[in-house]
């Protein structure tokens, strides 16, 4: 793809993005090794951006948290809109009426000013 800019894959945020995904499934990374057959320490070493995570590894971690590769990927993609309106919708699945208010203000206002 000549042209192409290349994006380099954000590790630190792909590994956040594990974490938070298997602590909102209150999942531990031992079980999650165990499910993958990897080692807590490749796990911790994966979410914390110690160790490069390959393609088999992270397509057994989406499939065992039940994440897309897009939803744990989206910080070094182009095109990642979808993972990013699943993670808002998870992010304010709990608010009240009047902290959807406050979030719809505060977004209007926010978006205003990249205009």
Avoid: P
């Amino acid at each position: 793809m000549e042209g192409m800019d290349r994006k380099e894959i954000d590790y630190k945020s792909l590994g956040n993005r594990i974490r938070k995904w298997r602590k909102e499934k209150g999942i531990t990374q031992e079980e999650m090794g165990n499910a993958i057959d990897k080692t807590v320490q490749h796990i911790s070493n994966i979410e914390r951006a110690h160790t490069k995570v390959s393609l088999g590894t992270l397509t057994d971690i989406a499939n065992y948290l039940d994440a897309s590769l897009n939803d744990l990927m989206c910080d070094s993609l182009r095109n990642s809109g979808n993972a990013y309106q699943l993670e808002y919708s998870m992010m304010i699945k709990d608010c009240d009426e009047n902290q959807y208010r406050r979030l719809n203000k505060t977004i209007k206002a926010l978006l205003e000013t990249w205009e």
